[in-house]
């Protein structure tokens, strides 16, 4: 049985390989906000139980088991998300920290009850895919609002950016999930970008907002 901290790990070692960079220690122990040193030591602990591979210098990645172990964490998290904001009304940017503590659950057939009760989700409220019981995932097509040209729209569908802070400046603007966007033009002097919210308003973003707000670009 992994520990809370172990599972953590592996989880956090899953969403850094998804971004495509090496994985050090130094990457982990930012990840984590916790000390290089600490993260040397459970690191090696994990290599000890076969979950992931681990050799001082040359980055870490996760064994099969590791990975299997990662993506339950993240089922359950995502879960426990949706079944928050779409059952008990939190808003999206007062999930997380409470599905951390939910997500280490053990119970499969729990989980697996929740997600019948939810239908099945393929994504959770933040627009990230939610594993099935298989560790499958279900991928949409995103871009970055960033890199639509002008004129060209979509509907939010992802943040990349899920900080509470951030969550609560999108909600105010009402640039939520199910949203559609229309850039109208983009600024070269700090590339901002002018966008049309659902028809209604025009709102200027900064780029910091279109590079981590992502849509299903909508077909001409």
Same mark, same amino acid.
């Given at each position: 049985?992994?520990?809370?901290?172990?599972?953590?790990?592996?989880?956090?070692?899953?969403?850094?390989?998804?971004?495509?960079?090496?994985?050090?220690?130094?990457? *982990?122990?930012?990840?984590?906000?916790?000390?290089?040193?600490?993260?040397?030591?459970?690191?090696?602990?994990?290599?000890?139980?076969?979950?992931?591979?681990?050799?001082?210098?040359?980055?870490?990645?996760?064994?099969?088991?590791?990975?299997?172990?990662?993506?339950?964490?993240?089922?359950?998290?995502?879960?426990?998300?949706?079944?928050?904001?779409?059952?008990?009304?939190?808003?999206?940017?007062? /999930?997380?920290? *409470?599905?951390?503590?939910?997500?280490?659950?053990?119970?499969?057939?729990?989980?697996?009850?929740?997600?019948?009760?939810?239908?099945?989700?393929?994504?959770?409220?933040?627009?990230?895919?939610?594993?099935?019981?298989?560790?499958? *995932?279900?991928?949409?097509?995103?871009?970055?609002?960033?890199?639509? =040209?002008?004129?060209?729209?979509?509907?939010? /569908?992802?943040?990349?950016?899920?900080?509470?802070?951030?969550?609560?400046?999108?909600?105010?603007?009402?640039?939520?999930?199910?949203?559609?966007?229309?850039?109208?033009?983009?600024?070269?002097?700090?590339?901002?970008?002018?966008?049309?919210? =659902?028809?209604?308003?025009?709102?200027? *973003?900064?780029?910091? /907002?279109?590079?981590?707000?992502?849509?299903?670009?909508?077909?001409?």
């Amino acid at each position: 049985m992994n520990s809370f901290t172990e599972e953590n790990y592996l989880k956090s070692i899953y969403m850094l390989s998804q971004q495509g960079k090496n994985i050090t220690t130094n990457a *982990i122990a930012n990840y984590l906000n916790t000390k290089a040193s600490s993260v040397t030591d459970m690191l090696k602990k994990l290599s000890a139980k076969k979950t992931i591979h681990y050799k001082k210098y040359q980055g870490v990645s996760l064994t099969k088991s590791g990975s299997e172990t990662a993506l339950k964490i993240i089922r359950k998290h995502r879960l426990w998300e949706t079944f928050l904001v779409e059952k008990l009304n939190f808003k999206w940017d007062e /999930v997380h920290d *409470i599905a951390e503590q939910l997500e280490h659950i053990i119970s499969p057939e729990l989980t697996n009850r929740l997600e019948k009760f939810l239908d099945n989700p393929k994504f959770d409220p933040h627009g990230d895919p939610i594993p099935d019981k298989n560790g499958n *995932i279900s991928q949409q097509k995103n871009i970055a609002i960033a890199d639509l =040209n002008k004129n060209e729209s979509g509907k939010i /569908v992802g943040v990349k950016d899920s900080s509470a802070s951030f969550l609560q400046y999108l909600e105010n603007e009402h640039l939520v999930l199910g949203s559609k966007v229309k850039v109208l033009d983009k600024f070269d002097f700090d590339n901002s970008v002018l966008v049309n919210v =659902n028809n209604k308003s025009k709102l200027t *973003i900064s780029n910091h /907002v279109s590079s981590n707000l992502f849509v299903n670009k909508a077909v001409r």
